[in-house]
């Protein structure tokens, strides 16, 4: 299975001009705490499967972790679910501070 995948300056785009989008960061709450996206709706991946009934499947969802590999594994369940317009964070968080957030710390 082809997991899609945005870059951060679509993802960017998306969270401006689309107010249904939900980001959904899969990190600890201890990655959190070193920098997050306001907005972003956080269950940990190894909660993911029991907390699905917290999330919407027919809300366009973007997955997004430290370096982008956690949030494709996590995207492919999702779809597997029937969700239905899921995609991964290319780079993580981590790219998207260094292009988009520059202010978002990395760590």
């Known amino acids: 299975m082809t997991i899609p995948q945005i870059t951060a300056r679509e993802l960017s785009a998306r969270i401006a ?6 980001v959904l960061d899969i990190r600890s709450s201890a ?5 997050s996206l ?11 499967v029991r907390r699905l009934e917290e999330l919407d ?3 366009p969802t973007v997955v997004i972790c430290h370096f982008g590999i956690r949030s494709i594994a996590a995207a492919a ?3 597997e679910r029937d969700f ?3 995609c991964s964070l290319t ?6 501070a260094k ?5 978002l710390a990395r760590y």
């Open 91 to 96: 780079g993580g968080i981590d790219l998207y």
């Open 31 to 35: 990655e959190r705490v070193q920098a």
């Open 99 to 103: 292009e988009v957030a520059t202010d």
């Open 77 to 79: 369940l999702l779809l």
């Open 38 to 48: 306001p907005g972003s709706v956080h269950i940990p991946a190894g909660e993911l």
């Open 57 to 59: 499947p027919d809300s």
């Open 17 to 22: 001009t689309e107010p249904g989008l939900v």
């Open 84 to 86: 239905d317009e899921v």
